[in-house]
């Protein structure tokens, strides 16, 4: 069907769990964890305020593309995976953008790991924040299958030595970078990985329109519990790995979305991983890979971006300045779930209310939907 693009990875994994309320447990210090996390988080976006006279993200400061897309909902999907936004056929509009994790804006020789941001709008269903006049679901992915760390309390650690280094030393996080990835190919070319060298900059400098973007940390789907993944297809899977030449831009990853998307569009497949077995995907441990053997990713969708200008004035105003995304934005039947999911909930809210505040621009859930 749809030219074949659903026929990836369809063979019908082993029985997926149930979801029940009961799968997640609340560590008995995460609403101070919380807590702390949000004053980090403030200090570093107090610091970039002053820097750089703009409220900026205190993660994923520096966006690379801010792009109208569509996501297709494939028609007739098996029960299990015919589950909340994905219960019917249909296509959404999308807002994307495309971001580098730091909460600083860094020249992109400081190599980090890529985010891709989706937000749908007219989506039909119960929200999470009981607003009726909210149509939305967001979905936050990563480039890279599992998250850094296991639990809130590791994650504050993480972010304090974030905050930290904020605007300190680009020389040295340059030389850093360019040192961290030399010991990461070597770390590669044995099969291996390191998380926390990718992270301080020892990500490969490849094309962010063929990488592979994963949620990381788990949600509900509907009658279940799943993981998700965009799969770079049609043009963008040929970006694959794909180096990039930054030849001495500061901007050099936008450069290269921008020369692409002026001449092509493309496209990710969307895929949910089932959870099948609580022992080997754990709800409460975010560091945790999914195993691919026990329940392989199978598509859903297809988000797709038509040959565009990556980057104008007007969405500088309407995606990254304009809309907050965070997955606490979306239905009740896509619930985030575990420790991770749990902090950001009081996280997001706290900095997007910053953000606003400071920009003077409040952030209206759907507003891209009513005006275009």
């Given amino acids: 069907m749809a030219g074949g693009w659903l026929s990836v990875s369809q063979e019908k994994p082993m029985p997926p769990v149930h979801y029940d309320a009961t799968l997640e447990q609340v560590a008995p210090d995460e609403a101070d964890t919380a807590a702390e996390l949000i004053a980090t988080m403030q200090r570093i976006s107090a610091r970039t305020l002053a820097d750089e006279d703009h409220a900026l993200r205190a993660v994923h400061a520096k966006s690379h593309a801010l792009l109208d897309a569509t996501l297709t909902v494939a028609p007739d999907l098996p029960p299990e995976l015919a589950q909340g936004l994905f219960a019917r056929g249909g296509t959404y509009r999308a807002a994307l953008r ?23 709008f007219g989506v039909p269903g119960e929200q999470l924040s009981g607003d009726p006049a909210e149509t939305t ?18 994650f504050l650690a993480n972010v304090k030595l974030l905050a930290a280094t904020t605007d300190r030393a680009e020389g040295l996080k340059h030389a850093f970078s360019t ?108 560091a945790v890979e999914w195993d691919e053997t026990a329940s392989p990713f199978r598509t859903v969708a297809r988000l797709t971006v038509a040959a565009q200008p990556s980057w104008s004035l007007q969405n500088v105003a309407a995606i990254d300045d304009g809309l907050a995304f965070s997955p606490w934005h979306g239905l009740v039947a896509h619930r985030p779930l575990g420790g991770i999911n749990r902090v950001r909930r009081a996280v997001y809210a706290a900095l997007q209310a910053d953000r606003s505040a400071r920009s003077g621009c409040p952030f209206i859930e759907g507003v891209r939907n009513a005006t275009g």
């Fill in 179 to 286: 040192v961290a990835r030399g010991i990461e190919r070597l770390i590669e070319a044995v099969g291996g990985e390191s998380g926390t060298l990718i992270a301080l900059g020892g990500h490969a400098i490849t094309h962010p329109l063929g990488a592979i973007y994963y949620s990381q940390v788990p949600f509900r789907f509907g009658e279940y519990v799943a993981k998700l993944a965009a799969v770079p297809v049609d043009a963008f899977a040929a970006l694959k790995d794909a180096p990039v030449d930054l030849d001495g831009h500061y901007d050099g990853l936008r450069i290269a979305i921008g020369q692409t998307l002026a001449a092509t569009g493309g496209s990710w497949n969307l895929r949910v991983q089932l959870c099948t077995d609580l022992a080997r995907m754990p709800i409460e441990d975010a």
């Fill in 137 to 154: 679901q967001d979905f936050l992915l990563v480039d890279g299958p599992a998250f850094l760390v296991a639990t809130p309390g590791k």
């Fill in 98 to 120: 495309i971001s580098t994790s730091p909460g600083d804006l860094l020249d992109d020789a400081i190599s980090t790991p890529r985010g891709l941001a989706i937000k749908l």
